[in-house]
């Protein structure tokens, strides 16, 4: 234990880094997938013959297992295999994949009475999108978010057996040092990581939605 | 690039041998099919249970949040703890399935419970007032009414299986991850692409063949998640006649 | 034609000292803040009736007055705590649950359909439990779906693509599929739209005057209990017995306040309902038909107002001669007024003279054509002559005279 606890003192540094680094590798393409997820869910829902098809592709490409993702990816963007690009994109197209179905469904959880209201009141559609339909579909949003957000963390790790610096390599490093220590602070670690991305995107949408924390 | 991995998918010796793609591809499907009934004779009554009783949610809930766990992780733990135990050739094979059940476990309970919890209760409530004991409830309403969410359940635990199994090879198992993880080993980018392409076919085909069986398998009378949904009809009904007490008739029809 | 399951062709319901309570939840802690928890609740309370075979019995109260529990431990869906409930002379406790089940009819709000399943399949479910085979049981159902008023086109669609009414109306085909002797009928109207309830009441009364059935019918809405039930038994809260009579004694006799207030305002002209007005004569009333020219319209009328009817002797509605400027055609019509058939009740009688703009009510006879007409004078008068309609359950009176 003493050893363990001496262990993770001297490689604390590191393990802030790679900390660092998954969270980017997580985070970020969750961001970017959102912003793209919000304008195509919004399209298929206008279009619904476009809907088939922009649901049934993204759930094909959710369908790739990561690793597969991850080492064909080079050869679609003509980059090195070792670019943390490849893994950025890898992860971006997770996400959105995910958060499409989701902004649909989010999107479809504003009851259509209110929308009805906002657009007799004079909205226009871009104005009512953002005053009254993204608000209130906050709560379906952040719920897929949440759940991209977990499972983009645990899938970041596996790109360590490409060799990309995170919580991951603590996997593998521990696995061939037969170190179980190791494996359990990358482990603890993406648990970890996952909670702060749960908790962080519960307090965005408490901060969102304050109408839904009066009364009672 | 594209050439070179195409010369390895067409050259016969990546066909034959112990390393050869068939091999790889069987060895695969065996190990995601086993892990799957596996996990499925556990999770399935399991979460149909909860469904049906309410009670115990708190499982599946836990279940939901185990998935937090990277799959990387659990083989490596499983791998390093298990594999000396065990002798012989399934040193390689039992820790990588038990993980491989182990992940499979949550979407199926998930789906089964939701599934159940879905029935409509006043068509339970019907069967059993019209008569049909426990059993045929279970398999002629609820079972029935169950399958969409059910399925997709189905369908989600095969990826992350499959997902999984490929990713196992770095723990020694077979199957077509074997070729990403060799190939990574000694740099060989198309055997790599090349796995990597068979990977993404098996599991698009597979998640297809899932899509087709859930399409014939769920009544269309369900909406929702798979299944067409019937439109409304403007079928006029066939009134009876005329009431005794009536509005002074518009005169026109005998209604 | 009847198949029923062996044993109660006769089929009488009745309840001998019924109870149904619950057992106290066990309280958190001392002190809980909700009361004493540890009463049982008790839900049926020493209910003691008779459910006579052939006609309709209604069970009306306010939520939790044990109405629908009562129903559902004919069928044992919920076990009695005490007392003995008998069907044709057999005690229930006695017989299989599954095997009662299926010679009951049993129809839900909601309907309850199978969603997985067509309209025609939902139907056979009974004679296919039953073991009828698939033939026949289609058979029997295409031929309830017509006699519940529905297009046969609808037999191989899914529930969800038929609208509430239509799903109600399989439900009720649903539970007559097997030709059991009594039905079990829990708020079956409530969850649709008030005409289309109005419809399924009117095809209900209909089907019974042409099949019989025992009858016991759950609703919360007294006004239903009075126009579909042969004997209306009210609950109070708590599961006790308030009244149970024919529609017209509660009406005219409440046995407490309670019961006062729950049938509620209104009392004596809703009663009316029940009068028979065979006594009153029509007074024969000058008519023309539809397209007379303005000349004949106004040497016809003889006040202000005119009738008009159409081919067949039918009225459509009145005209004011005065304002013509043509002849008489559908748009000249007042369409104000309802038109009540001459051996209707009281209250249609009354209705029809004081909604006529002419102060005179329209009356047809049993194929629609005009026969005369009643001011509201010679309804009040009428009142004043004893003729009620005998109200006791043995000779089958006491419906609502309109329908």
């Not at chain 2, 199926?108 to 599934?115: F, P, R």
């Not at chain 3, 059935?213 to 009210?234: M, N, S, W």
């Not at chain 3, 008489?328 to 369409?335: A, E, G, M, T, Y």
């Amino acid at each position: 234990m003493a050893v363990g606890m001496q262990w993770i003192g001297d490689h604390l540094p590191e393990i802030l880094r790679y900390a660092a680094s998954h969270a980017a590798l997580a985070g970020l393409p969750l961001l970017v997938g959102l912003a793209i997820a919000l304008p195509v869910g919004w399209l298929a829902r206008r279009q619904p013959r476009l809907a088939g098809l922009i649901v049934g592709g993204s759930g094909l490409l959710y369908t790739i297992p990561s690793l597969a993702l991850f080492i064909l990816i080079p050869l679609l963007l003509g980059t090195r295999i070792l670019d943390p690009l490849n893994v950025y994109v890898a992860m971006t197209i997770y996400t959105l994949a995910l958060l499409v179905r989701t902004v649909v469904d989010a999107l479809g959880s504003v009851p259509e009475a209110t929308r009805a209201a906002a657009t007799a009141m004079g909205y226009r559609g871009l104005g009512r999108l953002v005053a009254v339909d993204l608000p209130l579909a906050v709560p379906v949003l952040a719920s897929g978010l949440r759940v991209a957000a977990v499972s983009n963390v645990s899938i970041v790790s596996v790109s360590a057996l490409i060799g990309y610096p995170q919580l991951g390599s603590y996997l593998t490093d521990g696995y061939q040092r037969d170190y179980p220590l190791e494996i359990g602070v990358g482990i603890v670690g993406c648990l970890l990581l996952a909670l702060l991305f749960d908790l962080a995107i519960r307090g965005g949408e408490r901060a969102l939605t304050p109408w839904l924390r009066v009364g009672r | 690039m594209l050439t070179s991995i195409w010369a390895w998918l067409t050259d016969p010796a990546s066909w034959s041998g112990r390393d050869g793609i068939p091999t790889r591809l069987v060895e695969h499907l065996l190990y995601s099919v086993v892990a799957l009934v596996l996990a499925a004779a556990v999770a399935l009554p399991l979460g149909a249970w909860i469904g049906h009783s309410g009670r115990a949610r708190w499982l599946v809930t836990a279940a939901n949040a185990a998935r937090a766990v990277p799959s990387l992780g659990l083989l490596f733990v499983v791998a390093m703890l298990a594999g000396p135990r065990i002798r012989g050739d399934f040193a390689y094979v039992v820790p990588s399935l038990v993980v491989l059940v182990l992940l499979a476990v949550p979407p199926l309970l998930a789906g089964a419970e939701s599934g159940v919890r879905a029935v409509d209760p006043a068509a339970r409530d019907a069967a059993y007032g019209m008569g049909m004991r426990a059993r045929e409830v279970l398999l002629g309403v609820e079972l029935p009414c169950a399958l969409p969410l059910l399925l997709s359940g189905v369908r989600a635990a095969t990826l992350q299986v499959i997902a999984t199994a490929t990713i196992a090879a770095s723990v020694s198992l077979g199957g077509l991850g074997r070729y990403l993880i060799d190939g990574l080993a000694v740099s060989d980018y198309a055997q790599m692409a090349g796995g990597a392409l068979l990977v993404a076919a098996l599991a698009l085909a597979v998640d297809g063949l899932l899509a087709l069986v859930t399409r014939y398998a769920v009544s269309p009378g369900l909406g929702g998640i798979s299944g067409k949904r019937g439109g409304r009809s403007g079928v006029a009904r066939r009134m009876p006649a005329a009431p005794t007490v009536g509005r002074l008739s518009h005169g026109s029809e005998p209604s | 034609m009847a198949v029923g399951v062996p044993g109660y062709r006769h089929g009488m319901i009745r309840f001998e000292r019924v109870t149904k309570s619950y057992a106290a939840r066990p309280a958190r802690g001392a002190g809980s803040a909700a009361g004493d928890r540890n009463a049982p609740t008790v839900a049926v309370d020493e209910l003691t009736l008779d459910v006579p075979a052939g006609q309709v019995t209604v069970l009306v109260g306010p939520s939790g007055c044990g109405k629908t529990t009562t129903l559902r431990m004919v069928n044992r869906m919920i076990e009695p705590t005490s007392g003995t409930i008998t069907l044709g002379g057999r005690d229930t406790a006695t017989l299989d649950p599954a095997e009662l089940r299926r010679g009951i009819g049993y129809v839900i709000q909601h309907a309850g359909l199978f969603p997985h399943r067509t309209v025609a399949d939902n139907v056979a479910t009974v004679p296919r439990l039953l073991g009828w085979d698939r033939r026949r049981s289609r058979a029997r159902a295409l031929e309830l779906l017509e006699r519940v008023g529905l297009d046969a086109a609808l037999a191989d669609r899914y529930p969800s693509q038929l609208s509430g009414g239509q799903q109600q109306r399989v439900g009720v085909a649903r539970a007559l599929a097997a030709d059991p002797p009594v039905l079990l009928m829990d708020e079956p109207f409530s969850a649709v739209d008030p005409v289309v309830r109005e419809q399924l009441q009117d095809e209900l009364l209909g089907l019974q005057a042409d099949l019989g059935k025992t009858i016991l019918f759950v609703t919360h809405d007294i006004d239903e209990a009075i126009r579909l039930g042969d004997q209306v038994a009210v609950l109070r809260v708590g599961g006790r017995l308030a009244q149970v009579d024919s529609p017209a004694r509660l009406l005219a006799d409440p046995a407490d306040d309670f019961v006062a207030d729950f049938v509620g305002r209104d009392r004596g002209y809703r009663a009316l309902g029940f009068r028979d007005a065979l006594p009153i004569q029509p007074t024969p009333e000058p008519t023309v038909p539809l397209g007379a020219d303005v000349g004949q319209a106004r040497a016809t009328a003889t006040d202000r107002w005119l009738l008009v009817v159409d081919e067949a002797g039918r009225p459509v509605g009145w005209v004011e001669p005065e304002r013509l400027t043509g002849a008489v055609s559908r748009d000249d019509l007042h369409r104000g007024g309802t038109v009540a058939r001459r051996d209707g009740s009281l209250r249609a009688l009354l209705d029809a003279a004081l909604s006529a703009p002419s102060g005179r009510g329209v009356l047809v006879d049993e194929q629609g054509a005009f026969v005369g007409t009643v001011t509201a004078a010679q309804v009040t008068a009428a009142l004043a002559a004893p003729a009620v309609r005998p109200g006791g359950i043995p000779d089958g009176g006491g419906h609502a005279v309109d329908r």
